[in-house]
């Protein structure tokens, strides 16, 4: 039986570890070949090791989203090693949270860099490649707290919001070229900062929470693997929130 994404080109930013690894694996599990873009160079390596070892192919990347030359280099070296380029999922970013009296021109400046202006650096780089082809699928990884904001993350909340406007403008700007642009807006996700959290903390955090727990990083990954499969080529300049009920 063939898979989904069977001969399927991807790449996915900040695919070490917690979503974006998720990511990476659940579209190599479905055949798709990845490219793991990431700034930790053993955390990378060691994904794409993972997914060899599930039968399909990937390459590492070391690539500082926020430069526009590194993104460019990362892209053309996708489309040199496997011949094209079907799926981009922008999933690199970072957080520096403090009070906005507090919070330092390169708090925000940074945050922004990597989650607004690298999601853009690496889509307008991969838009080239898809225009060409006339088809791709782009799904940028956002927040719930671009759509509800939260206080301490201005700079992240601003990030993630932009993010949304990013996706809804190029998906009417890509549509005619036969590539769809959405976003997923996850909730808490269990990652290694919440796994560092104590008792009292989680009981805050999931107290937050309709669903009354936290997003496994594979409940993501099965929305992106959606989103990029043929199943979903009817849908694009949509935001899908995935968190546990917090945002609606």
Same mark, same amino acid.
């Given at each position: 039986?063939?898979?989904?994404?069977?001969?399927?080109? *991807?790449?996915?930013?900040? *695919?070490?570890?917690?979503?974006?690894?998720?990511?990476?694996?659940?579209l190599a599990k479905?055949?798709?070949?990845?490219?793991? /873009?990431? /700034?930790?160079? %053993? &955390?990378?390596?060691?994904? $794409?090791?993972?997914?060899? %070892?599930?039968?399909?192919?990937?390459?590492?990347?070391?690539?500082?989203i926020s430069k526009s030359d590194e993104v460019d280099k990362m892209v053309k070296t996708t489309v040199d090693t496997f011949g094209k380029l079907d799926?981009?999922?922008?999933?690199?970013?970072? %957080?520096? &949270?403090? @009070?906005? /009296? !507090?919070?330092? &021109?390169?708090?925000?400046?940074?945050?922004?860099?990597?989650n607004l202006t690298?999601?853009?650096?690496?889509?307008r780089s991969a838009a080239k490649i898809m225009? #060409?082809?006339?088809?791709?699928?782009? /799904?940028?990884?956002?927040?719930? $707290?671009? @759509?509800?904001?939260?206080?301490?993350?201005?700079?992240?909340?601003s990030s993630k919001a932009g993010v949304i406007g990013l996706t809804r403008s190029?998906? !009417?700007e890509l549509a005619s070229r036969n590539i769809t642009v959405n976003a997923i807006a996850?909730?808490? $996700?269990?990652?290694d900062m919440t796994a560092k959290l104590n008792e009292e903390q989680r009981k805050k955090l999931t107290d937050q929470i309709p669903l009354? !727990? #936290? *997003?496994?990083p594979e409940e993501i990954a099965n929305v992106v693997k959606f989103l990029v499969s043929p199943d979903a080529d009817y849908i694009t300049g949509q935001v899908i929130s995935v968190d546990g009920g917090m945002a609606f």
């Open positions: 039986m063939m898979k989904i994404l069977e001969n399927k080109v *991807a790449i996915v930013t900040g *695919a070490g570890r917690n979503i974006g690894k998720s990511i990476a694996l659940a479905e055949g798709a070949k990845i490219t793991v /873009v990431d /700034v930790n160079d %053993t &955390d990378g390596n060691s994904v $794409v090791n993972e997914i060899k %070892t599930l039968g399909s192919d990937a390459i590492f990347i070391h690539c500082d799926i981009l999922v922008n999933n690199a970013g970072i %957080t520096r &949270d403090t @009070l906005i /009296v !507090r919070m330092k &021109d390169e708090d925000w400046d940074r945050v922004i860099s990597i690298g999601t853009f650096y690496c889509s225009m #060409t082809q006339k088809s791709g699928k782009i /799904v940028n990884i956002s927040s719930v $707290v671009g @759509l509800m904001g939260n206080a301490g993350q201005v700079n992240y909340s190029l998906a !009417r996850p909730g808490f $996700v269990e990652s009354k !727990r #936290t *997003a496994q």
